[in-house]
């Protein structure tokens, strides 16, 4: 409301210049840095402030490895200092709204809860990538995941060595229509 | 990187006083507003840049009050000067990723999609609120939506008129664990 112009700009140009990073620089991300990003994501809106998600930061190279290999081989994933494994909490999903918890609700609250931890990364001076197509079992098999936790985002977090350019999006009008 | 602490300061205030609003002033959203908000939104990070999702935004106040009967008589969606109804494009979710891409990778995109939406409304002014708790036929039926958009939220937009405390949250030692 009385927001000034320069908190404004900042907002959108974090929304907007922040670019998935896939090569990582050797510096530590702090111990610091990562709670920054996990009250980013506990912030985000949930469905019924049910709070259906767990993060498992992962330090360890052979578990990075591991994730890796997961991830059909994208081996970035171990390069980058820190891995968060977002999980789903299946069990506070169904509890709280049943199957449609557990498909959807629990889906979203975790991928918004990721959103914001990617943008606080950028605006930290962090890079990060989203990962989403990992064998499921076998992550859950490397962290002894219990089976109400599913793993749903691999999110790879470090200083970035590379400045991609941004994939070129659809015009607004194009994935848009007014009903006025 | 050499992003300075204001905007830092900005970006991760944003995320963390952004509450969901559910009573609204009657002050219009300009089309300047929602494209800054439709902008953000496109900006998510997706699947291969698949990019599947679709935006209806909702000024008629007919189509509010028949999309507030959809979400079990919540009826603030009636009232709010905007409602952007988020559709994932299950055609092009299911093009390029198959199964998965419907059940999980359209899901998330849509919700990154939907934060990013919440925070920009919300820096520049505006309150959200993110409702998922619909009838998806109903929905459907409303706004015409071809088979392959499957409504997936329903976002309220507009000046707030009452300013919510933070629902409580769970110590992020209670939703977190490091793997050294």
Redesign the interface.
Known sequence: ???NS???R???????T?R?IRRFRDDPVS?TV???L???A????N?G?S?P????????PD?RRKLAEAALGQAFLATAPVVIVVCADLGRAMTAYGE?GV???C??????A???M???AH???FGSS?V??FDERMVSKV?SLPEFRRP??LVAIGK?AEGPG?????P?DK??????
């Open positions: 409301m009385g927001r320069d908190a404004i900042h907002v959108l140009e974090v929304i907007t922040r998935t111990e990562v709670q920054s996990l009250k980013a506990i912030h985000a809106p469905a402030n709070q998600w767990h993060f498992l930061v992962v330090r360890n578990v449609r498909s959807l609700y889906l979203q609250d975790t991928a918004a990721t959103m914001n990617l943008l606080a605006a930290l001076g989203w989403g197509a962290l749903v985002a970035p941004k994939p070129e999006r659809l607004i994935v848009s229509k007014v009903i006025e």
